[in-house]
Nanobody
């Protein structure tokens, strides 16, 4: 089992920045994929950014150049630095850790971009 705890969400004005953090505990040795997804009410969850155990990153087109995903420790903590935030970035953000056989989700953290 892997437990995920997210932090860093909140309210920010357009053009501002937020830093989301997701810390994992438990059996993290099999984790090879970490990522952030977001979901608005009534809409499907969508990929924001991912990073694999070898450091390969991937971003949604809507956030490329504004968001950066990184790892603090090899498989323990993943960070999403969000800059130049827009109102359309308002969503609940979920972190995701995956092994070859299973995916784990955090409870979600609200990000609201509004003036």
């Amino acid at each position: 089992q892997v437990q995920l705890v997210e932090s860093g969400g909140g309210l920010v004005q357009p053009g501002g920045s937020l830093r989301l953090s997701c810390a994992a505990s438990g059996n993290i040795f099999s984790i090879y994929y970490m990522g952030w997804y977001r979901q608005a009410p009534g809409k499907p969850r969508e990929l924001v950014a991912t990073i694999t155990s070898d450091g390969t990153t991937r971003y949604a087109a809507s956030v490329k150049g504004r968001f950066t995903i990184s790892r603090v420790n090899a498989r323990n903590t993943v960070i999403l630095q969000m800059n130049s935030l827009k109102p359309e970035d308002t969503d609940v953000y979920y972190c995701n850790f995956a092994s070859a056989s299973r995916a784990y989700w955090g409870p979600g953290t609200q990000v609201t971009v509004s003036s």
